[in-house]
Every structure is written in C-alpha cells, then in structure tokens.
C-alpha cells in the first residue's frame, strides 16, 4: 500500500494567529488508508505519549484556523490534501497535548492510596486522588462535584479548585461588579493568575495557580479585605466589565429573532447589579455576547474554503467557485449541487434568478438560480453569496 511521508511539529502551542509555535519536529510513515484510530495510535507510539490526550491538527493556509482530525472522514480529507501537495514539508501535522485530564493514572500521576473514611463512600462519590507537585509536594483528593464550572459562582474563598481559569475570571468580574469595585490584572497565563487592588499599597489580593498536567485552576490566596479608600475603589462606573455583562445576557440572544436592545441591557444590569450602564457600553456588551453564541463572522469566512471543499468531497461532481481580491479578502462564493445538475435535463428550460441582501456583519447579497420539474415544483440549480461592495457575475 501507499505511504506518504508527513512532518510531526509536536510539544508545541497555537498563537493568537493560528500559528504553531514553539513545537519539535519528527517524521512519520503513514499509509493512505489508515482510519483515524491507526493514525492516532501510531503517533503515539511515535511520539511515546498516550493516544488519549493527543490532539492532532493541520492548517491548510497561512491565515486560516487549524482544522481538527477527529474522524475517519477527516484523516481522508488530509489524505487528499496531502496527495495534491508537494514536498514532506507541506500541510505537516500539529500535533498538542491536552492538559484536562482529570481521571489519572498511574502513567501520569502518582497515585496515593485512599484512606477508610474515604473508601466507604467509594460506592457513590467518584474521588480521585493524585500528586499535584504545586509548590510541595501536597496530596489532593478532588470530588468532581467540588470542582467549580459555574461562571455565576458567587462565593470565592481560598483553596477552590475551578474548571480552568476562565470560569474563575468571569467569577472574579462578577465579584468585582457585585462589590463596585476595582482590580488589575498582575499576571494571566496558562499558569498563574494574579489580580490586585487598582491601589497599589491595598492588601486585596487574588492568587491563583493551574494544578499540574491539568487546566485546573486553585485559587492558593485571596485576601478580600481592602486597606486603601473607599472613594478609590467604589467607582462601579469607571470599571464596567464587558465580557461579565455579555455572559448575562447571552442566553437572552439564543433566539436570533428576539429582540433585546442595549436600552433593555442597561435596564435589566442596573435592576440586577445596581450598576448604571452607559448606551455604548451596553451595545458592546451585547456584541461580545453574540460573538460568544455564534463565534466571529470573520472566522466563518476563513472556514469556507475548506466548507466548499467537504462539500465536493461529499458531493461527488459538485461545483464550487470562491474567488477573493488581491489581499485575500472575499469577493463571492459560487455552489451548486451535483444533484441538481443532473436533475437540470428533467426541467423546464426557464431559469428564475433571485436575490436578498444578507443582514450579517459584512452584509452583502445572496443569489439563487430555480427552476421547475416536471411536476411543477421548484428545484435549487445554484445559488451565490456576493459582497456588497463587489458587482460579482455568475460562472
């Protein structure tokens, strides 16, 4: 059978650019036909890491979002990619490591053993016991129901244990929002997360540090008492948390047909929080919440090229067209279905064309081309997705 060498970039880390950085490199045989569990074995024996926490990835343009292999129609359409590219170094594989392995094993952790009080409840409490190495050595034993998901978690104390460090940030918003007050942010990384009082000499004081080989986050020092002047931190309007407010809202932006104004977020925050927003504030706390339901739009443009190519793949006889300006921006996207271009010698010879104006972020038009079947009734032949600044033809 077939193999084809591939570039491993492994032990690496994704930027805010969607570039791979700071990886190694190895090389690896694989054959054309493998499925994805062959694929993710033998990277892990290359790798000598266990299968379940690689995540293997590939981009397949600078400037596009790293596409996920997770199926065995997924290692296909890498297989194909690969097939029509040049040189081993072309489309390499990214291959991370997850972090949020909260079930461990003796490979991984070392395991202490479970004292009698904490057997007898083995029966219907799932405890999990393992060295964390943070700081000293300290033994945890960590109930699942102890670890906090909940981003509106109100009480915050020393020694919590959260799900990773962005429910406890949206948390500490809430709590700054709830006390009207203010902090700073001392240091956020993967690692550690320090918050302090906007005053300098103030004792208030969060310290929180990710627990070892996972995205657990313990909060080792929160000192809730503040020593500086209240006018300098009771100032809820100065600090309005944008991504806070947009976490409260969202769920009243599910519907995209409700109607919910920024006039009805300030009413509603200060009816809730005591907290006077401004217009423009509001609006941007609803935009962000909207970009947290439904993503960017930008980054659903970035996905098209590789929409348009699952759907010949899938659609054997398909035809697609994306065309972009000199600077890679989008011009128009064409699509038709093989099943309508074969149904096409079945239908009347009349084409109707259509349009409607997108209301999206980029706006633009949409195109459809239809005609009837024999029966009368309508059949899609094509449709369009024009920008609105471009007069785009049909092919």
């Given at each position: 059978?077939?193999?084809?060498?591939?570039?491993?970039?492994?032990?690496?880390?994704?930027?805010?650019?969607?570039?791979?950085?700071?990886?190694?490199?190895?090389?690896?045989?694989?054959?054309?036909?493998?499925?994805?569990?062959?694929?993710?074995?033998?990277?892990?024996?290359?790798?000598?890491?266990?299968?379940?926490?690689?995540?293997?990835?590939?981009?397949?343009?600078?400037?596009?979002?790293?596409?996920?292999?997770?199926?065995?129609?997924?290692?296909?359409?890498?297989?194909?990619?690969?097939?029509?590219?040049?040189?081993?170094?072309?489309?390499?594989?990214?291959?991370?490591?997850?972090?949020?392995?909260?079930?461990?094993?003796?490979?991984?952790?070392?395991?202490?053993?479970?004292?009698?009080?904490?057997?007898?409840?083995?029966?219907?409490?799932?405890?999990?016991?393992?060295?964390?190495?943070?700081?000293?050595?300290?033994?945890?034993?960590?109930?699942?129901?102890?670890?906090?998901?909940?981003?509106?978690?109100?009480?915050?104390?020393?020694?919590?244990?959260?799900?990773?460090?962005?429910?406890?940030?949206?948390?500490?918003?809430?709590?700054?929002?709830?006390?009207?007050?203010?902090?700073?942010?001392?240091?956020?990384?993967?690692?550690?997360?320090?918050?302090?009082?906007?005053?300098?000499?103030?004792?208030?004081?969060?310290?929180?540090?990710?627990?070892?080989?996972?995205?657990?986050?313990?909060?080792?020092?929160?000192?809730?008492?503040?020593?500086?002047?209240?006018?300098?931190?009771?100032?809820?309007?100065?600090?309005?948390?944008?991504?806070f407010i947009a976490a409260v809202v969202q769920d009243k932006l599910v519907d995209p047909k409700t109607i919910y104004t920024p006039t009805d977020i300030q009413r509603d925050i200060q009816k809730a929080y005591g907290m006077d927003?401004?217009?423009?504030?509001?609006?941007?706390?609803?935009?962000?919440?909207?970009?947290?339901?439904?993503?960017?739009?930008?980054?659903?443009?970035?996905?098209?090229?590789?929409?348009?190519?699952?759907?010949?793949?899938?659609?054997?006889?398909?035809?697609?067209?994306?065309?972009?300006?000199?600077?890679?921006?989008?011009?128009?996207?064409?699509?038709?279905?093989?099943?309508?271009?074969?149904?096409?010698v079945y239908c009347r010879p009349t084409v109707v064309v259509d349009g409607s104006f997108l209301k999206s972020t980029y706006r633009g038009t949409i195109?459809?081309?239809?005609?009837?079947?024999?029966?009368?009734?309508?059949?899609?032949?094509?449709?369009?997705?024009?920008?609105?600044?471009?007069?785009?033809?049909?092919?």
């Amino acid at each position: 059978m077939e193999k084809i060498p591939i570039l491993l970039q492994h032990s690496g880390e994704w930027d805010d650019n969607n570039n791979f950085i700071n990886f190694h490199v190895d090389a690896i045989l694989i054959k054309t036909y493998w499925k994805f569990e062959q694929l993710l074995r033998e990277n892990a024996k290359q790798l000598q890491k266990d299968s379940k926490t690689i995540v293997i990835q590939y981009v397949i343009a600078q400037g596009y979002l790293p596409i996920t292999i997770c199926s065995d129609m997924s290692v296909s359409v890498y297989m194909e990619l690969k097939k029509s590219s040049a040189g081993m170094t072309t489309l390499p594989l990214c291959v991370s490591f997850a972090k949020n392995t909260i079930a461990a094993s003796t490979s991984s952790f070392d395991v202490a053993p479970i004292s009698p009080e904490i057997a007898q409840f083995e029966s219907t409490d799932m405890i999990t016991t393992f060295d964390v190495q943070e700081g000293d050595d300290v033994i945890l034993e960590l109930d699942d129901a102890n670890i906090i998901t909940d981003q509106f978690h109100q009480n915050v104390e020393k020694g919590q244990i959260y799900e990773d460090k962005n429910p406890l940030a949206l948390v500490m918003k809430q709590y700054v929002v709830r006390e009207k007050c203010q902090y700073r942010v001392h240091k956020s990384c993967p690692r550690r997360y320090i918050l302090e009082c906007v005053d300098e000499r103030c004792t208030w004081r969060l310290k929180a540090s990710s627990l070892r080989a996972s995205n657990l986050f313990k909060v080792t020092d929160f000192n809730y008492v503040h020593s500086c002047l209240t006018n300098k931190r009771f100032c809820s309007q100065k600090q309005v948390v944008s991504a806070f407010i947009a976490a409260v809202v969202q769920d009243k932006l599910v519907d995209p047909k409700t109607i919910y104004t920024p006039t009805d977020i300030q009413r509603d925050i200060q009816k809730a929080y005591g907290m006077d927003l401004s217009y423009i504030q509001a609006w941007r706390s609803k935009e962000k919440a909207i970009q947290l339901l439904r993503r960017s739009p930008s980054e659903s443009y970035k996905k098209m090229p590789t929409y348009l190519y699952m759907l010949e793949y899938a659609n054997p006889g398909s035809v697609t067209r994306l065309h972009t300006e000199g600077d890679g921006s989008f011009l128009y996207a064409f699509i038709t279905i093989y099943a309508s271009i074969r149904g096409w010698v079945y239908c009347r010879p009349t084409v109707v064309v259509d349009g409607s104006f997108l209301k999206s972020t980029y706006r633009g038009t949409i195109l459809t081309a239809s005609t009837q079947d024999a029966e009368g009734q309508i059949l899609p032949l094509a449709y369009a997705i024009v920008d609105s600044e471009n007069d785009a033809s049909w092919e």
